[in-house]
């Protein structure tokens, strides 16, 4: 039973950079042929894949976030990690951490967590 679970700041002040961690439990996130993504969601909106890590440390990003996000883990810890910097009011979203397969189907995720980019 894999699990994941996020955690960070609910708030980021505009030009600050977003952190988040997302720590899994039940597997290990150096399991073949696993990815660790990063999605998020706005109000109204469709689910945007952000990014991930797959389980040989290789990155992926979506293009147009590309400059603005790095995805790093600590495998000791089983945690992987998002950081998106310069952040805006159009970055406010909830954030999940999901587990990818080769197939592109996300069977686990985390519960989410809500970011609010305010000053």
């Known amino acids: 039973q894999v699990q994941l679970r996020e955690s960070g700041p609910g708030l980021v002040k505009p030009s600050q950079t977003l952190s988040l961690i997302c720590t899994v439990s039940?597997?290990?996130?150096?399991?073949?042929?696993?990815?660790w993504s990063w999605i998020r969601q706005s109000p109204g909106k469709g689910l945007e894949w952000m990014g991930d890590?797959?389980?040989?440390?290789?990155?992926y990003y979506r293009p147009s976030l590309k400059s603005r996000t790095s995805i790093s883990r600590d495998t000791s810890k089983n945690q992987f990690t998002l950081h998106l910097s310069s952040v805006t009011s159009e970055d406010t979203a909830m954030y999940y951490c999901?587990?990818?397969?080769?197939?592109?189907?996300?069977?686990?995720w985390g519960q989410g967590t809500q970011v609010l980019v305010s000053s």
């Open positions: 039940g597997g290990s996130i150096t399991t073949a042929y696993y990815y």
């Open positions: 890590i797959a389980y040989s440390g290789s990155t």
């Open positions: 999901a587990r990818g397969a080769r197939t592109g189907d996300y069977y686990y």
